[in-house]
């Protein structure tokens, strides 16, 4: 890395502040080699463990991971999460100093949001509230075969050039530090949650939309939980999710000793620019032990007429809810299917360009919960999962993901996760509940649904 300092912007961040208001310095440097995000993440656990985040897209053109906390955003309880950050969004902009020109470089904001603040939180979701994020002091960005290194700093305008001669020094000690290679904490215990509750809340589900014209779909939840033998490694999570998962968002942030991460097939939101893509996942089989079974799995849910209603839910919906933000909407065609390790999925893509005084948040907001995860329609499915649910979802089918300073990023779904606070953990399940559901498949599909994150916790061997 270059090591001569940025002065230039250091001391035009200094005049832009005042004696009480800081200016957000960001400054964006490419890096000599490529640099594993992995690894880095590794590194910044002596020095910055409980303050990390990883991000990394099905693509895997884009890889973000940071740490140490410059600014946060936790929400408030009796103010809308979303407009809350993006106040903290505009006023950032409005007193920051920056040389970024390259994508997801910069300023960033990376967290995630409650599934319901009008829920009340419990203990297990208590330090990650109904929203959490993080403007981190140092983060890699590896980007078309390139990395690039952001660090954010908070300039008074009587600070001295030592302050960022410390934190240069702070990120040589990181990149040179030493990685520990550690073993994932055996799992000593993992029981399902409220089976019985599930199956008698699914039946009268079902009848509640059988005897009413309005409510077309609920998505039920539930939980499973874990113990381990001692402390868990999030590097260890990271590592397993990256070698037993595919076609997926990874995604993992910490909170003190606390750490959410999931590795999810559902796009929510991505905005650059003007243009934003979203997606449309819902239907879910499992998948075959052949190739053989796993196609006929995966043509019996092309055509499944359950399954294709439930998708067509959540295509409707997102079709409607987007419209008012954009121009020149376009759906792919035909629901095609989204394979990932132990699970498929019927699944769409949606284009669109976003209007000018429109902003992203404002669009993950209106979409959040689609069908998939919450219900049709969506505030009677919300009210319906507040009543029935014996359990505070947290961030679990919420949306999470970065969103830069000018508006542009990406969230996903956060589906296919789970939470481990020191050596307990739960994992998280859901399906949607409609007029011809039966209770046990439904039941099964949350088993299937339980696999992934049970895999890379170590409770699946195979």
């Not at 904490?185 to 399902?192: N, S």
């Not at 606390?258 to 879910?284: H, K, M, Y």
């Not at 939470?419 to 739960?426: E, F, K, T, V």
């Amino acid at each position: 890395m270059n090591t001569k300092l940025p002065l230039d912007l250091f001391n035009q961040a200094k005049r832009s502040a005042s004696q009480d208001q800081p200016a957000l310095f960001s400054w964006v440097t490419e890096l000599d080699e490529l640099v594993s995000p992995v690894k880095l993440f590794k590194k910044a656990g002596t020095a910055f463990k409980g303050e990390r985040f990883f991000w990394q897209n099905p693509e895997m053109t884009l890889t973000m991971t940071g740490f140490g906390v410059t600014k946060q955003f936790l929400a408030e309880k009796k103010k809308d999460a979303f407009l809350g950050l993006q106040e903290k969004i505009e006023k950032r902009l409005r007193t920051c100093v920056t040389n970024a020109t390259v994508d997801a470089t910069g300023p960033i904001y990376f967290g995630g949001f409650a599934f319901d603040p009008e829920r009340d939180t419990e203990k297990e979701w208590q330090s990650f509230k109904d929203g959490l994020f993080y403007l981190p002091l140092f983060m890699l960005t590896n980007k078309d075969g390139k990395s690039y290194l952001t660090v954010n700093l908070s300039i008074y305008s009587d600070d001295t050039e030592s302050k960022l001669e410390a934190v240069f020094n702070q990120w040589q000690k990181i990149i040179h530090q030493e990685v520990n290679e550690a073993e994932m904490a055996l799992l000593t215990d993992f029981k399902e949650i409220g089976k019985e509750h599930f199956l008698e809340t699914a039946s009268e589900i079902i009848d509640m939309i059988n005897h009413s014209e309005d409510v077309k779909k609920v998505v039920l939840a539930r939980r499973m939980g874990l113990r381990f033998q001692r402390q868990v490694d999030s590097a260890i999570i990271l590592e397993n999710m990256l070698a037993t998962q595919e076609n997926s968002y990874f995604f993992l942030i910490e909170k003190g000793t606390g750490v959410f991460f999931g590795a999810t097939p559902e796009r929510l939101l991505a905005v650059n620019g003007d243009t934003i893509q979203s997606s449309c996942v819902a239907g879910s089989t499992e998948r075959g032990a052949t190739n053989d079974a796993d196609e006929a799995l995966g043509n019996a849910l092309l055509q499944d007429a359950k399954n294709l209603r439930e998708h067509s839910y959540v295509v409707q919906m997102m079709e409607e809810t987007l419209k008012p933000f954009t121009t020149g909407l376009s759906l792919s065609s035909q629901p095609v299917l989204l394979k990932n390790r132990d699970i498929q999925h019927l699944y769409m893509n949606i284009t669109a360009k976003k209007k000018p005084d429109v902003t992203m948040l404002e669009m993950v907001k209106a979409l959040h919960p689609t069908p998939a995860l919450g219900g049709l329609p969506q505030k009677m499915g919300l009210a319906i999962i507040r009543m029935k649910e014996e359990m505070d979802r947290g961030f679990y089918g919420a949306p999470i993901g970065w969103v830069d300073l000018k508006g542009s990023g990406e969230f996903a779904v956060a589906i296919r996760s789970g939470l481990i606070i020191d050596s307990q953990g739960l994992i998280y399940a859901g399906c949607g509940i409609v007029g011809d559901s039966v209770p046990k498949e439904e039941l099964k599909e949350t088993e299937v649904k339980f696999q992934p994150m049970l895999r890379v916790l170590g409770g699946i061997k195979k």
